[in-house]
């Protein structure tokens, strides 16, 4: 089965509650079979702006538009949006059946026709067998597997997920995030997701919103978010980044307490800026050379890789990983050190 | 000594409070129902016979009966919705809203039963306002009727209604109403296959309550009743404190009370089979 995804847009989208501003003056064009997840701290506005794409909240400012329909006046059930919530909120009095049947039944639907559709999404979730169980006597992963079967049941031309995979542990999230990227790629439909996870972000989505105090900080692929990072929040938010605090030279190198480091790109802000720098791309270097001094905290072999924490001399930590392949020089805390950047890592810097 | 039995005694004077004032009088009522005379001297299970064998008493039972049912209805129709729209309503409205809902609580059911008097009298504010409107010329008989013992009876008990099922309502969790939505259902849909089923443990509570309460209610019928209707209560009080028949006054009581336990059992049932539904 497969059907024709259609684009969603959000343009100039603002909600407030109040005096507090939850969104504001998002906008995203999401393309058709995209799934794009938005990533942002607890309050950060993202669940907000998902319950507005539902048509369950109606947004102060700004339009929704599926496909080329602007959708603000319509309710949920004709927006063709369906949403999947974070407890899954099936009907705990229906069973399996009665649960992914209910949007088919409301749309007066015949009888026939809703078995055969229930059947069919049933098998879809792999979840043929358990028509006649209650939610109750199903497990986590179970449950949600009826809650996206029972959204899809009404063919909807948008999937909003509500921090999917948040009730679930960790070994099933991994399984149910595969099943949903599955099921995403086989109907083709556009989707949003919310999520505070960053590794779910950015392994299940084509492009990540992240957000921060209700904007949009940066959208964009997740390897353009990782290296490219638009602002310190995202650079700080998404994976981890050492902060290191200091002024530009003309040449393009980064002067700190500690030493000098070359960062090797071109258009730079003037002035007292902050870089920030993934433990990753940092490498020691042996003692000639520019780099900074710095004094090894402590280490934590985590397998094929060690992760140092080391301080520079105004006590800024910085984090180092290195992997520990055959000849990797290793070092003890309390060990003098000089980092360098691994040639052509990206580093981006911010105004201070 | 161990602790099992020092928690009992924990529950000791509540147990002994329970045993003096309520089932040992229970205990002596059903002792008294059966004996055959006034003067308790010979036993025997003549008033129960005499109770169910007369066309007359066993239509007392069913009026009594039924009117608790309407009164329950009564309760229902007005109290589901009103507790519905305190679970919507914002926090500012809830608050007030509680104090209407609780206010017929802190006050007596004799006082509450008196404004019902005032209210549907001959010169009460209904004939009053309905006279001065040109409707009616002369007064309307509203006080005395079985319609306005039911409505009283409903009003007085409305917060046993409502308490129980704003209580259910609060615990339904609202993603499975804008589920309910997203899915296509309107808000009748959503109000008769969700909200409803969901409440239904409150519901049967409070009609329970009610039930039981407009049964037994003794002031509200007597004085809206006018002793026009003779009710369960009103039968025990005229059988023992007018005719001195103690042993038929508590034959009556003990079957109102299989009665009324009978109607509790049956409920109590359907409610575990619905409580079980809803929270597994």
Sequence with gaps: ?352 | MTRALRDWQLVLPLALFFTVFVFAPLGLLGVVSFYTDTTLTKAGPTQYVKFLTDGFNMAVLGQTLWLGLLATLVALAIGYPLAYIYTVVPAAAQRALMLVIVLPLLTSAVVRTFAWVVILGRQGIVNSALAALGFIDGPLRLLYTPSAVVIALAQIQLPLMVLPVITALANIDPNLRHASHVLGAGRWRTLFEVTLPLSAPGLLAGCLLVYAGSVSAFVTQTLVGGGQLMLMPQYMYQQAIQANNYPFAAAVAMILLAAVLAIVVLVNLLSRRTQALVHG
């Design chain 1, 1 to 352: 089965m497969s059907r024709q995804g259609v684009a969603l847009t959000l343009d100039a989208i603002t909600h407030r509650f109040g005096h507090t501003v939850a969104v504001n003056g998002v906008s995203l064009r999401v393309e058709p079979g995209e799934i794009v997840a938005l990533l942002g701290p607890s309050g950060c506005g993202k669940t907000t702006l998902l319950r507005i794409v539902a048509g369950l909240l109606r947004q102060s400012d700004g339009h929704v538009a599926v496909g080329d329909d602007i959708v603000d006046d319509l309710p949920p059930n004709e927006r063709g949006a369906g949403i999947v919530f974070q407890n899954y909120a099936l009907f705990p009095h229906m069973t399996v059946e009665g649960n992914v049947g209910y949007g088919l039944r409301a749309q007066g639907t015949p009888r026939k026709a809703i078995a055969e559709s229930v059947a069919r999404m049933l098998a879809l979730v792999r979840m043929e067998g358990f028509e006649r169980r209650l939610p109750r006597q199903l497990s986590g992963g179970q449950q949600q597997r009826v809650a996206l079967a029972r959204t899809l049941a009404v063919s909807p031309r948008v999937l909003l997920l509500d921090e999917p995979f948040g009730a679930l542990d960790k070994n099933l999230r991994l399984d149910m995030q595969i099943e949903v990227k599955r099921l995403q790629r086989e109907l083709d439909i556009t989707t949003i997701m919310v999520t505070h996870d960053q590794e779910e972000a950015l392994s299940l989505a084509d492009r990540v919103a992240v957000m921060n105090h209700g904007r949009v900080e940066q959208f964009a692929r997740p390897d353009e978010i990782y290296d490219r990072p638009a602002s310190l929040f995202v650079a700080t938010f998404v994976g981890t980044a050492s902060l290191l605090r200091g002024t530009l030279a003309p040449d393009g190198a980064l002067e700190c307490v500690a030493g000098r480091l070359p960062l090797g790109v071109a258009t730079r802000p003037a002035g007292a800026v902050v870089a920030a720098v993934r433990p990753e791309h940092f490498r020691f270097a042996d003692g000639a050379g520019a780099g900074l001094d710095a004094k090894v905290e402590l280490v934590l072999p985590l397998g094929p890789l060690v992760v140092y924490d080391v301080v520079l001399a105004d006590g800024t930590t910085l984090k180092v990983t290195v992997s520990r392949g055959a000849g990797a020089v290793s070092h003890a805390p309390g060990d003098v050190v000089r980092l360098a950047l691994a040639p052509g890592a990206p580093v981006p810097v911010f105004p201070a």
